[in-house]
């Protein structure tokens, strides 16, 4: 069965660190993979997507990037961290239909 | 691209009543509608979903519908419980294959 992992679950860093989050799929090949972000009591904001090594995809102009150096690794990164991208970010992944999310890091920008 | 409203933002039932989430959708070549579960400090799950092939869909107390000709799809939930208490996500997918997400329900049941 597939499952996929993010990691750290929660992180505190201070304004102008860098960021590094890494999310791996297990279980399957070639997936689609994805990184939203969710404010405090809002929706899934859709930051990134990829469909291949390589390839990616941003849907809103922000701080972030995003890397894919093997199929099945997603890593969201910055290097300089701002008070606004405090959140909760999920890395996400499919093959057509449905999506699945990871657990999560819960970043907080101090 | 696709564009996905849903209504109330918040919903409060006493335990034993039945819950409704409405959702709209802007994309008519949108084919694949998802609900997602979402408990305080987790992931979203997927609860059920929808294909455009189908105009209902139901797994125990939870079903969906879905009426493309006025581009909206709705979750029902029925005899809630304090368990059903968390945010719900309505999604839909256009031929892009990425999910649309609507803002959420906050739904609270009342013991």
């Known amino acids: 069965s597939q499952t996929i992992h993010q990691w750290p679950a929660t992180l505190v860093q201070p304004v102008g660190s860098p960021l590094s989050l890494e999310c791996t799929v297990e279980g399957t090949s070639n997936p689609n993979l994805y990184w939203y972000r969710q404010a405090a009591g809002r929706g899934l904001q859709l930051l990134f997507y990829s469909v291949g090594i390589g390839q990616i995809s941003s849907e809103v102009p922000q701080n972030l990037s995003a890397s894919r150096p093997q199929d099945r690794q997603f890593i969201l990164s910055s290097k300089k961290l701002l008070l606004s991208d405090s959140g909760f970010y999920l890395c996400a992944w499919d093959r057509g239909s449905p999506l699945h999310f990871g657990n999560g890091t819960r970043l907080t920008v101090t | 691209g696709e564009n996905v409203e849903q209504h109330p933002s918040t919903l409060s039932v006493q335990e034993g009543d039945s819950a409704v989430i409405k959702c709209t959708y802007s994309d008519s070549a949108s084919n694949y509608f998802p609900w997602y579960k979402q408990e305080l400090g987790k992931r979203p799950q997927l609860i059920i979903d929808i294909r455009s092939n189908v105009g209902e869909k139901k797994d125990q107390r939870i079903a969906v519908t879905l009426n493309k000709t006025a581009k909206h799809f709705s979750l029902h939930i029925t005899e809630t419980q304090p368990e059903d208490s968390a945010v719900y996500f309505c999604?839909?997918?256009?031929?892009?294959?990425?999910?649309?997400f609507g803002a959420g329900t906050t739904v609270t049941v009342r013991a």
């Open positions: 999604a839909a997918r256009s031929n892009d294959y990425k999910l649309s």
